[in-house]
């Protein structure tokens, strides 16, 4: 599902037109980006945490040229699934 | 740093605020985006938001454990997992605080600077410890030496030399120059080899001619030309100098030995071949060696124990005199006497504590004459700083204006405010208190040694500041 088919997906549901679908969307999505920069941790219950992790600087070695290399630090987004979503994935069969 | 939690409450109020539609709009927006979201999730799919990032689903094999208590094996089961994926503008976005920082490939030889860092430290060490071993073999070999392989016997001395390993090719030629001329003197007419081993970087040769043809008293001059001449050509390492220094003794000792051997007694190159000279041979190269270990032993003191260095220094200083003296001897048995003499290291009234202060500076690349022309310089500082200062000749003649200060003049005539106090110590006789001179006062600018005066040499100034604190202490 694609960001179209989510909007298109969601107005049906709320039975809105999709512009004001999209720019809800849009700013919902802007405002958890500027909360994250802020590192702040973004809660939503029943879905999952986003929250933003530093990654250590490290050194990498490439095994086959043994190039070493300084990796330095980053920040990154991080979601954990909360635990309600975890229990209903857990009813999903698992097929492969 | 605390990370603040925002509640999905919260994200609604700011929504609305931001997008000015109700809350409850926001709300029920946000709840129905979860569930879209959670839905097509667990239909499997992938859900993508745009600027935002990508959710998935992962699956997550089952695995085996053990439980810690029991130690029993458990089998976890496989389980499904969001899993979320920023977008590259989120991405960046988050990263911001450090976006500047770039992955930095290091040197491949990088791996292992512990270890070069431990074998530099080593190493004058274990080189020290090869010629000590060297040495006792070298001994062993000339007493084991047939009389026959005697008259040759310069040549198996030399071969153990190169203790050091010979890095340049210019090292190596240096070692077959010295090899040759070794020789020279035993084949050839000792009057013959002589002129050549003037060549063969032999201080006291050098030293002699430089002392007929200028038999002044300028100490400094004549230290730099006898650190020039014992410099080698080539830049050595640090971890190279014990090696080094000993070669160039091995140079300075050998050549010295045929022919004073030969001149001293016979004058002959036959009478080599007889054999009483064969055990005088003998006996010398023994007490070269002899000599050549104590010379290493003391060198590995100097260079590893700061106080000897210290002492060898300040009586460096206070030997300059006699070493003048000790080289004006021309004769060559005289020669050889001042020869030896550099290699007992206790006897004072020798040359030793020059050589020693030349090779002092081992920092960095070393270089002999660059380090010998800097410790030069820095004694002969030194030597100023201590000599007393007379003051007769002056460049100016100052009357103090109102407000008028020594340090003004200073700043002045010698460039650093600093130097004032040579102003006072040539006036002390006209002004009581240097901190207030009184207007009026004839001044005298004293001329002085352009190097007592260098602004740019923190010794010429912390000198001055010595001097200050000591006149500027007596006054109070």
Redesign the interface.
Known sequence: ???KE?IA??AA??NAPKSV?A???????????E???E??????????????RKKEER?SVHPST??????????????K?SNI??E???D?P?H? | MIKDKISSQEVIDLVSSKAQVSKRVSEDFLKVMISTIEESLLAGELVKIKNFGTFKLQWNEPRKSVNVHSGEDILLAGYYKVTFTPDVILKDLVNEPFAHLMPVELDSENPEPEQEKTNVILDPLRIFNDQASEIKDLLSEIQSLSPKEEVTVNTPVFVPTPVEPIHDETDYADYLLQKELVKKPIEQEPKEALPEEKEVAEQIFEKEIVEDITPVEDADYKNEEVSSVSSFDTVEDVKLLPAEEVENNNNSVESPLPADNSDVEFDSSEFLKEIHPRRVLRFWIKILAVLLFLLVTFSGFYLFYPPVRNFTASTALGLKSSVLKTSEKVSMTEMFNTVSNWFTPKQKPTPIPVRKVVIAPKDTTYNDSVAGKIAVKVDSLQLMFDKKRVYKTFIATETVKPNGRLTIMAKRYYGSKDFWVYIYEANKDRIPDPDRISEGTQIRIPKLDPRLIDPANPRCIKKARELHDVYVKKEN
């Open positions: 599902m694609n960001h989510l997906s969601m549901k709320l679908v720019d809800l969307l849009d700013t919902t999505v802007t405002t958890c980006t909360l994250l920069v590192n702040k941790t973004i809660g939503f219950q029943s879905f999952g945490n986003f929250e933003i050194l043994q190039v070493r290399t300084l990796i330095p630090p980053k920040l990154v987004v991080n979601f699934q979503l975890k209903k994935l857990k999903l698992h492969d």
